[in-house]
């Protein structure tokens, strides 16, 4: 027997003894937690003024899956006095129910108002939560950065990969959100969902790209989300947040939020301005 | 440089009109040497029978006395652990050089050789807070995978600790990974681990002598805040041509040694490769047909050392040396060509000259080099990152005994550095799109000493030192004054009390959010916002011979932190262009006690070490509005019992046991709703974390057994040496994690949009098992 047999066999060995199960359940007790105030507010050009405002709660308070809408209306912030202020404007977010069907998201403070289009200057938030503390927050809506252009390559094997381009602007600290969905836009997770900056950028082109992983009559949904920094920091705090949960190489952090205020809240006050762009694989 | 030889001058002069005062003094003074292959031995004791008086050698097995002289002859004496002790009766008329050998101890081969140092000379030295491992404790003592690693044995010491399990990192009193000096013959090491922290660097067959300092540094030392592990290689075999090796789990080594010349020349190299390549290439290749195969990314490290010296005459030795390493990632697949590799060079030319039986001197020239590339291609793109550290450094230190109660050191030292933190290169191969980031940056380091160990009484004696260090880089200047004092006052012969101050720089920073050391961690020098980080520490101990056989150490140490570096929340430290904008400070302060009680002696050796400690940072402007917390290696107990049994010439038994209250980890104390969670996710929440560190996971223990069988044939010896890592099997944790539960199993899709968890659960991951080994290791 020759050492090459030697070694594969004490290789199958630690391999056998690290398939052991060594992931366990245990018990632990966290520290008290208080609850706080979240907020999660979109300025969309054309549509209605809405927010959610719920409050946050103990990571392990049960969830009760047989009978869930009692348990979201206890998170639901109800009876507060929400506003939004833009130019010589004031909207009075009443508390109510509603939800956008074309993103499937819910809101418990909304108006009729629509949010202009082509705004330049900025909007205010104010929240006066019932027991009388105060959130604001502070936002612009930023120009859609259209996407340029789309090539959709294939290989040898007949499958596609999509590459999509975007012109930066030089003069400017941009930010962007890109999301690809495959199928649907609304119904399936995205493949790709990421922040990104143009600090790296030499000459001012973007290239969003995937692998070769598509068929011929698959549809596309690509979109590019101009996000201002903060935007840019609260997603990147999430993201980081969720992801540190299960990495111990990764380092975890608090929510990075631009809601200020004597509540302690946490969330997102922003303007959204998007292009998406439907391609079907040929 | 000229006021330090002015100082020295002086100091000569002192000792001159000691000397003329009193006609009736010699200096003896020269080398000890293992008489089997000439390897100069760093520690051994030298004595005057007649007068007492007495020293140890120095780091490269120079010593010198200076007694009185009470007759035409005076008698040397020699000792150190695992040799025979020598006498040797010379001529007093005159300063004298004599160097000298030892025999290996035959007589005495059931014992197992613990340290350098004998028992005595560890209570009596001036030195406090440090710890010495000799290869062969490493080598007997179980190893994880077999792999010999004198890291993770010296973090069965007392006041050293992992980090993490099966790491090599070294937190010491305290302080943070990047926070201790490594040298390898005097050259720095920057990333001192293979396969991300589980393995250090070190090849044990090339090395001779390791020794961690985790206080009370001697003034020769700085550029680092917690410890100093100062590794010295074998210089090689001046006698004889010889050979040693070994065939592990997961490598294999081989050192080859001999003359170049007999008595003045010889050489060193040592080789080490894993073969874990080796081995899934072939799986690989069984599976080439199978389209359900998932390829087995190749990944190997491996090590080279060689040394060679030259003995110029009398008076001179000159030593090059030099280290390679590299791991080696790669994954090719039809979509990506991905290699990772990564390693340090290092590099060591010393010229030693004895200038005469009371001046010698050392003068080295070191290269260091970290490095770390990764490349990837996709059809029609290519990325490459990578950062590079680089020092071409150059010392001199002169030893200098004027008279019997003092021997100076003193030396300077200038360290260029040069860095390229971060060099990112991406983009199309049309040149379309195009992507960068990086920056190089230079320094410069330096630094001048000098320190004396005065016996002021019989009783007290004393290290006193001055360091001052400097550095600029990017129009920053520092200079930094380091005091070091060491005390020992002698209450009885056996029985030492001990105290020390020292007060160290750090000018070069670790940029890594990560618990563990990774091989993507970058270096960064001080700049106008990053100012140096520093430690003053205090210690007190006392050190007590308990019979010929027990060493008992208590030390008590209280540590403040200045100028600390962490992150921001969510810092980017990749790829980023201003990473000084990610830094964010404060300081901290650690204290702590630490007990051992040492077995040097007889068949059963070994010792039993216990900690106590606590550790605080705080004060830093983006965390926690600035309120301390402790880091996540803040350890309150530790507990560490190494036990090493010969049981005849043939077989020794080893076992050690580890107990350690749980690390701390940042668990998050709340969770959001939120609608748009980027990544997409089944569950429209997210975490939300409080304060740090603030969640104690299980505690920590473990034990590990050995046995090393030996074997002598004709050619050589060789031996068996098998290690249960781990034995009863504990499942340890190495990380927690929070899990969302649900009433039904979806399989490896997970749960679909929409899905709600009836619960979350928390998760314990454990890294090891149970883990036995094999190494078969030979020597001739």
Sequence with gaps: MNIKYISAALLIIIISLSACNLEKQIEIVLPAYESQPVVECYLEPGKAFRLLLSKSNSYFDPIPSDDLLPYLEALLISNADVRIRYGSEEVILNNQVTVDFETGKFYNYSASAIVPENFSDGFELEIILPDGKLITANTKLLPVVPIDSISIEKNANNKARCLVYIKDSPDEENYYRRMLHNGSFLDSFPQQDFITDDKLIENNIFVFGTGYNYDPGDTLYNTIFHIDKEYSDFLTSIQGAISSNGNPFAQPGVIITNLKGNANAIGIFTGLSYDRVMSVIP | ?780
């Design chain 2, 1 to 780: 440089m000229s006021k330090l030889y002015s100082l020295l001058f002086l100091l000569a002069c002192l000792g001159s009109t000691f000397t003329v005062t009193a006609q009736n003094r010699i200096s003896i003074s020269g080398i000890v040497r293992d008489a089997s292959n000439g390897e100069t031995l760093i520690g051994a004791s030298v004595g005057i029978v007649e007068t007492g008086a007495g020293t140890i050698t120095n780091e490269y097995g120079f010593f010198t006395i200076n007694t009185e002289r009470k007759s035409d002859s005076i008698t040397v004496e020699v000792s150190y652990i695992g040799f025979l002790p020598t006498t040797r009766r010379i001529s007093a008329e005159k300063d004298i050089k004599l160097d000298l050998t030892l025999g290996n101890n035959d007589q005495l081969l059931e014992e197992v050789v613990i340290t350098g140092n004998t028992v005595r000379e560890a209570v009596q030295s001036t030195q406090m807070s440090v710890e010495n491992i000799s290869m062969l404790e490493a080598k007997v003592l179980p190893a994880f995978f077999g792999e010999v690693d004198i890291i993770k044995t010296l973090q069965l010491k007392p006041g050293i600790s992992s980090g993490s399990e099966g790491s090599s990192g070294l937190f010491v009193r305290g302080g943070s990974n990047d926070q201790n000096l490594i040298v390898l013959d005097e050259a720095l090491v920057y990333n001192a681990n293979h396969l991300f922290g589980l393995f250090s660097v070190f090849n044990s067959d090339a090395i001779k002598d390791v020794k961690i300092y985790k206080g009370g540094f001697p003034a020769q030392y700085s550029g680092r805040l917690s410890s100093v592990l100062d590794v010295r290689l074998k210089e090689g075999n001046n006698q004889k041509f010889s050979g040693s090796g070994g065939i592990g789990l997961i490598s294999s080594r081989l050192t080859l040694e001999g003359p170049i010349q007999k008595n003045k020349s010889s050489f060193i190299v040592s080789g080490r490769r894993t073969y874990i390549d080796l081995i899934t290439n072939q799986i690989n290749k069984a599976n080439e047909d199978n389209p359900d195969f998932n390829k087995i990314p190749g990944y190997n490290f491996y090590d080279l050392n060689t040394k060679v010296n030259f003995k110029l005459g009398e008076k001179d030795v000159l030593y090059l040396s030099g280290y390679f390493g590299r791991d080696v990632f790669g994954f090719n697949s039809d979509l990506f060509n991905f290699d990772f590799n990564w390693g340090n060079t290092t590099g060591t030319a010393r010229w030693n000259h004895i200038y005469n039986s009371r001046w010698f001197s050392n003068t080295t020239v070191t290269f260091s080099d970290y490095q770390y590339n990764i490349s990837n291609s996709i059809t029609g793109f290519k990325f490459s990152v990578g950062s590079n550290i680089k020092d071409i450094n150059l010392k001199h230190d002169i030893y200098f005994s004027p008279n019997p109660n003092h021997e100076v050191k003193a030396g300077i030292s200038g360290t260029h550095h040069r860095f390229v933190v971060g060099r990112l290169k991406a983009g199309s191969d049309d040149g379309l799109v195009s992507f960068s980031a990086g920056q190089d940056l230079t320094a410069v380091e330096y630094g001048a000493y000098i320190s004396d160990d005065w016996q002021i009484t019989p009783a007290l004696k004393a290290h006193v030192g001055m360091r001052l260090s400097g550095f600029s880089s990017d129009g920053a200047n520092y200079l930094s004054p380091e005091p070091r004092l060491a005390l020992r006052y002698l209450l009885t012969e056996k029985l030492a009390i001990k105290a020390s101050y020292a007060r160290m720089s750090q000018f070069v920073h670790l940029v890594s959010n990560s618990a563990i050391s990774l091989p993507t961690d970058v270096w960064y020098p001080s700049t106008k916002n990053v100012k140096p980080q520093t430690s003053d520490q205090v210690a007190l101990g006392w050190s007590w011979e308990l019979g010929k056989d027990f060493v008992f150490t208590n030390e008590y140490y209280y540590k403040w932190l200045g100028n600390q570096i962490d992150f921001k929340d969510h810092a980017q430290l990749f790829a980023n262009n201003n990473l000084e904008g990610e830094f964010t400070f404060g300081n901290g302060f650690a204290y702590g006690t630490e007990l051992s009680i040492e077995k040097n002696f007889g068949r059963l050796t070994g010792w039993i070490g216990y900690t106590l400690a606590l550790i605080k940072r705080g004060n830093f402007a983006d965390i926690m509005g600035g309120r301390f917390f402790s880091p996540r290696h803040d350890r309150r107990h530790d507990v560490s019992v190494v036990a090493m049994y010969e049981v005849n010439r043939w077989l020794t038994v080893t076992a050690t046991w580890v107990y350690g209250s749980g690390d701390l980890t940042w668990l998050p104390g709340g969770r959001g709703l939120f609608q748009d969670i980027p990544g997409g996710t089944s569950t429209p929440v997210f975490p939300i974390y409080g304060d740090r560190n603030t969640f104690r996971v299980p505690d920590y223990h473990r034990m590990d057994v050995g046995i090393v069988i030996k074997f002598f044939p004709k050619w050589g010896e060789n031996d068996l040496t098998i290690s249960v890592y781990n034995v009863y099997d504990r499942r340890n944790a190495y990380f927690l994690y929070l899990e969302p539960q649900y009433s039904q199993d979806f399989g490896e899709d997970g749960p679909p949009p929409g899905a709600v968890p009836n619960g979350i659960a928390a998760k314990q991951v454990s890294l090891f098992p149970i883990l036995p080994s094999f190494t078969w290791n030979f020597k001739f």
